[in-house]
C-alpha cells in the first residue's frame, strides 16, 4: 500500500487562512476522487470537501463560500484553501483518496496521517 502526505496545519487567528496539500503517488492519483476529512475531540469525522478527477468540487454547508477545494494533476496533490476561519473549523484534517475498482465492485480509501489546524485568538 501507498500513503498520502499531507502537510500545511497550524494556529491562525480567527477570520484568517491557511492551505491544506495533500500528495499522491502517481500509480492511485490519476482517475481518482479525493476528499478532506476532519475530526475534532468528541465528534464524528466529518466530510469537509470532495473533488472528483473530472476536478467536479463538493463542499459540505458549514464550509461552503469560505473553503476552496483544488487539485493539480501535474504534481499528483490535492489542496484546501481556507478563508474566513472559525473557531469551529478547528480539527485534525485527513486527506483522502477513493480508489475505484469498478469490475470488483470494490472502493478502498488512503489517507493521510492528519494535520491539526486551529483556529484561536
Known amino acids: 500500500q501507498v500513503a498520502l502526505v499531507e502537510s500545511g496545519g497550524g494556529l491562525v487567528q480567527p477570520g484568517g487562512s491557511l492551505t491544506l496539500s495533500c500528495q499522491a503517488p502517481?500509480?492511485?492519483?490519476?482517475?481518482?476522487?479525493m476528499a478532506w476529512f476532519r475530526q475534532a475531540p468528541g465528534e464524528e469525522r466529518e466530510l469537509v470537501a470532495r473533488?472528483?478527477?473530472?476536478?467536479?468540487?463538493e463542499y459540505s454547508e458549514s464550509v461552503k463560500g469560505r473553503f476552496t477545494i483544488s487539485r493539480d494533476d501535474a504534481k499528483n496533490t490535492m489542496y484546501l484553501q481556507m478563508n474566513s476561519l472559525k473557531p469551529e473549523d478547528t480539527a485534525v484534517y485527513y486527506c483522502n483518496l477513493r480508489k475505484i475498482r469498478p469490475l470488483m465492485a470494490q472502493a478502498f480509501d488512503y489517507w493521510g496521517q492528519g494535520t491539526q489546524v486551529t483556529v484561536s485568538s
Open positions: 473533488i472528483l478527477s473530472t476536478h467536479i468540487t
Open positions: 502517481e500509480s492511485i492519483y490519476s482517475g481518482n476522487a
